[in-house]
C-alpha cells in the first residue's frame, strides 16, 4: 500500500485479499497540464468496503472506491468509484461491473455446495 500526502487508504471489515494486491494513491510522479503548468491529478483516497474480496494481482489507484460485497477479479486495475453498485463483480483493465447482485462466501469451491444456506461462511449476510 502506498499512500502519499493528501490521500488515505480505508478499508472495511472482513475483507479478503489475495497475494500481490496494489493500493496508490497518487501517480508516483507528478503531471502538469502544458498550457496553464497546473498539476492535472492530485492524490486521492482509496476506500475497500466490508466483506470485499480481491484477487490476485488487483491494482486500486486513488479514486477507487470499491462497495461492500463486491468481488474484484485477478488482475483487475481500477480508479473508478463504484459506490451505487454494492454487492458486484468487477473485472478488467479498466475495471467494469460484469455481474450485479451477487454474495460470495470463504468456503472452497471443491466442496458440493449448491447453495449460500449450505456454506459454513455465511459473513456475506451481516452486510446486507
Not at 95 to 117: F, G, H, P
Amino acid at each position: 500500500i502506498i499512500c502519499a500526502p493528501e490521500s488515505k487508504v480505508i478499508i472495511g471489515d472482513d475483507v479478503q485479499m489475495a497475494r500481490n494486491v496494489e493500493m496508490r494513491g497518487d501517480d508516483g510522479h507528478l503531471i502538469f497540464d502544458l498550457e496553464t503548468q497546473n498539476r492535472i491529478k492530485k492524490n486521492s483516497d482509496i476506500i475497500v468496503g466490508n466483506h470485499v474480496w480481491l484477487g490476485v494481482d488487483v491494482v486500486l489507484l486513488g479514486g477507487a472506491n470499491i462497495p461492500d460485497g463486491c468481488v474484484v477479479g485477478m488482475r483487475s486495475i481500477t480508479s473508478r468509484s463504484f459506490v451505487e453498485h454494492k454487492n458486484c463483480i468487477l473485472a478488467g483493465a479498466p475495471a467494469k461491473i460484469i455481474r450485479e447482485n451477487i454474495l460470495w462466501s470463504r468456503d472452497c469451491t471443491y466442496t458440493n455446495v449448491k447453495a449460500l444456506d449450505e456454506c459454513v461462511d455465511k459473513n456475506a449476510l451481516f452486510y446486507l
